[in-house]
T-cell receptor, first 114, second 115 residues
Framework: TQLLEQSPQFLSIQEGENLTVYCNSSSVFSSLQWYRQEPGEGPVLLVTVVTGGEVKKLKRLTFQFGDARKDSSLHITAAQPGDTGLYLCAGVMNYGGSQGNLIFGKGTKLSVKP | DAGVIQSPRHEVTEMGQEVTLRCKPI?????LFWYRQTMMRGLELLIYFNNNVPIDDSGMPEDRFSAKMPNASFSTLKIQPSEPRDSAVYFC?????????????FGQGTRLTVV
């Protein structure tokens, strides 16, 4: 059973389009992280959201943590080919709070065509 | 700092052979994690260490897998004997503090193929 479900699994869009990817769970997380992974590389942290309802912006990327801290979304405005990659969400369970309890989703593979 | 360094980048081995993956964490980081990534299961935590001591190895799939951290700058993940279903990308990550908001820094991974 996958604790964190990411959707869509694959997304192919044209440069300039907007998109939203989702990370959902029936479990509550004390915090949630979004990573981007490029081919042949390890994941790189984009943002951490901690508070229910929190919204964080990173240039053209907007991250939102659900009010109940069970889900999150990533919205990209005017996507560029450089945004291509695998977007992973990772949640820390609402107990213990240690990095060792970091649970990853399977990711959304985004391809932005010029 | 050069970041987390893993070797080899690619490994192809025959079923039944022993495989050793290596990791050098970022200097000063107290936590080291081993992950395995496959299309089917995504990124799974295998084991993690704090100050060279294994804390949680519940993700290690079988007794064929073992991990060691003899000192703060080196860790190994060994598979003996290897099987085709072990084929995956294995990542090592390190972190300065084990808190939920702390970033995990990943290496480039070792792509293992067992034939």
């Amino acid at each position: 059973t996958q604790l964190l479900e990411q959707s869509p699994q694959f997304l192919s869009i044209q440069e300039g389009e907007n998109l939203t990817v989702y990370c959902n769970s029936s479990s509550v997380f004390s915090s949630l992280q979004w990573y981007r992974q490029e081919p042949g590389e390890g994941p790189v942290l984009l943002v951490t959201v901690v508070t229910g309802g929190e919204v964080k912006k990173l240039k053209r990327l907007t991250f939102q943590f659900g009010d109940a801290r069970k889900d999150s979304s990533l919205h990209i405005t005017a996507a560029q080919p450089g945004d291509t990659g695998l977007y992973l969400c990772a949640g820390v369970m609402n107990y213990g709070g240690s990095q060792g309890n970091l649970i990853f989703g399977k990711g959304t593979k985004l391809s932005v065509k010029p | 700092d050069a970041g987390v360094i893993q070797s080899p980048r690619h490994e192809v081995t025959e079923m039944g052979q022993e495989v050793t993956l290596r990791c050098k964490p970022i200097s000063g980081h107290d936590y080291l994690f081993w992950y395995r990534q496959t299309m089917m299961r995504g990124l799974e935590l295998l084991i993690y260490f704090n100050n060279n001591v294994p804390i949680d190895d519940s993700g290690m799939p079988e007794d064929r897998f073992s991990a060691k951290m003899p000192n703060a700058s080196f860790s190994t993940l060994k598979i003996q004997p290897s099987e085709p279903r072990d084929s995956a990308v294995y990542f090592c990550a390190s972190s300065p503090i084990n808190r939920p908001n702390t970033e995990a820094f990943f290496g480039q991974g070792t792509r293992l193929t067992v034939v």
